[in-house]
């Protein structure tokens, strides 16, 4: 059973910048497809970022393009999320997700799930 651990949220004010980690355990014998989603109350939880199984391929949401950057590091089993000049609308609990493939994963098929960690970007 694959587990996804994310760590690093916290409070940041506007402009400022936030590094998020998430580190996977289980089985090991494959890397998966990643990425970031946030959520906030009341809406259904967005897409952030993806990242393909071997990093190659990166594919971000118009919010966030050219200020948030994903990575992965498959030797040590991690991704994270780099948000930089972040903004208040940036708010809200990021979970770091995983799938079976890139194609169906960017579609929001999603086969994994952190617990999620909270990021509060004041004006």
């Known amino acids: 059973q694959v587990q996804l651990a994310e760590s690093g949220g916290g409070s940041v004010q506007a402009g400022g910048s936030l590094r998020l980690s998430c580190v996977v355990s289980g089985p090991t014998d494959r890397n998966y497809p990643m990425g970031w989603f946030r959520e906030i109350p009341g809406k259904e939880r967005e897409g952030v970022a993806h990242i393909s199984a071997s990093g190659v391929l990166e594919n971000y949401a118009d919010s966030y393009k050219g200020r948030f950057t994903i990575s992965r590091d498959n030797d040590k089993r991690t991704l994270d999320l780099e948000m930089n000049n972040v903004k208040p609308e940036d708010t809200g609990t990021y979970y770091c997700?995983?799938?079976?493939?890139?194609?169906?994963?960017?579609?929001?098929?999603?086969?994994?799930w952190g617990q999620g960690t909270r990021v509060t970007v004041s004006s």
């Open positions: 997700a995983a799938g079976h493939t890139y194609s169906t994963f960017v579609r929001g098929e999603v086969h994994y």
